[in-house]
């Protein structure tokens, strides 16, 4: 096996892990965005998301440390959900170049 090879390989390994461990990651992130509703003076904030056909809305409450924690995690799922999505691209390209190789 050529050096190159192997070095495919590693990668094509590294790769492998690295998705699973930010799909792992992302079981425990939230999805789905805030929606806030006013009633009155008074403003709700609600975590909206798709559970199969159904759309559910949780409560997240008026604490705005908590809805500032969910924002953060929301955007923290979004970026592991990019990076996912740039390493199975890669992992495409690893395997071009094995077939080639």
Do not use: F, W
């Not at 965005?33 to 709700?44: A, F, P, Q, R």
């Amino acid at each position: 096996m050529s050096l190159i090879s192997a070095l495919i390989k590693k990668e094509s390994i590294r790769n492998q892990k690295m998705i699973s461990e930010y799909e792992k990651e992302l079981e425990s992130l939230p999805k789905g965005s805030i929606k806030t509703k006013v009633i009155g003076n008074n403003c709700y904030y609600y975590l909206n998301y798709r559970d199969g056909k159904k759309v559910v809305s949780k409560y997240i409450g008026k604490d705005e440390s908590n809805i500032e924690y969910v924002k953060d995690q929301l955007a923290k799922r979004h970026h592991i959900e990019l990076m996912i999505k740039h390493l199975k691209s890669e992992q495409l390209q690893i395997k071009k170049l094995e077939a080639i190789l």
